[in-house]
């Protein structure tokens, strides 16, 4: 093939950058290895599955996680759970959220955000989001009513939001802080630790994530009796007995309890998550570097630096019709992207998506917990976050993760330059 079939895209027939498949989008779960098998088989060996056997309550592997994650984020409480969601649902609980309340979240998050808390009763209050992709504190400040209990903040994509200033929101106005880790697990955000730096902080361990138990999760705090809440919460009985001192009256709780199959995966992880973040945060700096100097797409400030683990790439084009392009352009070249805020699609990361919400549904055909509030006015229509929209409208992504090359970069790098070369001329 001559010069002109390489210059041509190969959504027009021309010849792809590239033939091989382009790497996962799972991170610790390409890892799973020897160090996972021998922790899984020893607790097969034990016969001891249930973490809260009474006679050995603290020689568990769901407490051996527990005291690793601590030490890891420095935090003196944590909680293993079976899910994100329910890390989340109990950490609005902790936090004293309730019917009555309203939870200021980000407009792009993972729907079972939003979910949690109207799970607990509470009203969820959407926020723009800025370039970071994460939580504009601007206006999170203007979203605060009297009714405002807490904002759920989110690292999403493996970028830290903006905690210094989120954190003054709050603190002037008297709300509480909980941060969904789940998708930026290992994060840091001015050196300290993600979800160690809010009043409570919640990590999933699904597949997905950084590193994985294949379902579970992790809630974190400084706050005994935050902490005893959330025990409280995600175990009717267990608390019981975890307690030396109980700080908290009894209330009805769930079941929402690790096994310790899945905490002894997660330990086996643990000790690869460091190794990981190193390589795609490199790959990451080397990439976003290079694309600076590519014009027609722009990227945050924020990607790149510490506040960025690598695990995905997102950039933005002037408008949706041309990320709609570049997106179908790139995949025709070997280089798997996505359009982020498709209208046609239903990705459920975008509020417009949250069917339940946008319907104000509940799960009994009828509307709780707006139902208590009928006078306030809860807007979650198209014009309630035009920002966040017009921004994931105009974003591009592609998944990235630790295994990813030299050579691999190359191939990103051509494929962007030769698809934006031909944005003008698009056809
Ligand atoms: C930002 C965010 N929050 C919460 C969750 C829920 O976690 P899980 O699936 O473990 O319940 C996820 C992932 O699924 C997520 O990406």
Redesign the pocket.
């Known amino acids: 093939m001559g010069m002109k079939s390489m210059d041509e895209l190969a959504l027009h027939g021309g010849q792809p950058v590239r033939t091989k498949p382009w790497v996962s989008k799972y991170l610790g779960s390409e890892e799973v290895g020897a160090e996972e098998k021998d922790r899984v088989l020893q607790v097969l060996n034990k016969k001891r599955i249930f973490r809260y056997l009474p006679a050995a309550i603290e020689t568990s592997e769901c407490s051996a996680l527990e005291e690793e994650y601590k030490a890891f984020l420095g935090t003196k409480y944590a909680l293993g759970v079976n899910?994100?969601?329910s890390a989340?649902i109990c950490a609005l609980v902790a936090a004293g959220v309730g019917p009555g309340d309203e939870v200021l979240l980000p407009a792009y998050?993972?729907v079972?955000?939003a979910a949690a808390i109207t799970l607990v009763g509470a009203v969820p209050v959407l926020c723009e989001i800025d370039s970071s992709l994460t939580l504009d504190p601007n206006d999170m400040a203007k979203k605060v009513t009297a009714h405002t209990k807490a904002v759920l903040v989110?690292h999403?994509r493996g970028i830290s939001a903006d905690m210094d200033a989120i954190i003054a929101v709050a603190q002037e106005r008297g709300i509480r802080v909980i941060e969904?880790v789940?998708?930026a697990n290992g994060g840091t955000y001015r050196g300290r630790m993600l979800g160690s730096i809010g009043d409570l902080g919640c990590f999933?361990?699904?597949q997905s994530k950084v590193i994985t138990a294949g379902?579970g999760?992790m809630l974190v705090t400084q706050g005994e009796e935050l902490w005893q809440r959330a025990v409280l919460y995600h175990d009717g009985a267990g608390y019981q007995f975890r307690f030396t001192e109980r700080k908290i009256p009894a209330f009805p709780g769930q079941n929402y309890r690790l096994t310790e199959l899945q905490a002894a995966l997660c330990l086996g992880q643990l000790g690869k998550l460091p190794a990981i973040l190193e390589r795609t945060k490199a790959n990451k700096q080397q990439l976003v570097h290079a694309l600076r100097q590519v014009s027609g797409i722009e990227l945050s400030p924020v990607f790149g630096t510490e506040r960025d683990l690598g695990v995905s790439l997102i950039f933005y084009v002037k408008d949706g019709t041309s990320a709609h392009w570049v997106s179908r352009a790139l995949t025709a070249e070997g280089i798997p992207a996505f359009h982020v805020y498709d209208p046609q699609e239903k990705d459920q990361h975008i509020y417009t998506n949250w069917e339940f919400l946008v319907g104000k549904r509940d799960p009994w055909g009828g509307s709780y917990p707006w139902s208590l509030h009928p006078a306030r006015e809860m807007d979650y229509s198209q014009d309630s976050c035009p920002r966040s929209l017009g921004l994931l409208n105009r974003a591009v992504q592609i998944h990235l993760n630790h295994l990813a090359t030299e050579e691999d970069r190359k191939d990103i790098l051509a494929a962007i330059r030769k698809v934006t070369a031909h944005l003008g001329s698009r056809r």
């Open positions: 899910s994100g969601t989340l998050t993972w079972g955000s989110v999403m969904d789940a998708q999933s361990l699904q379902e999760g």
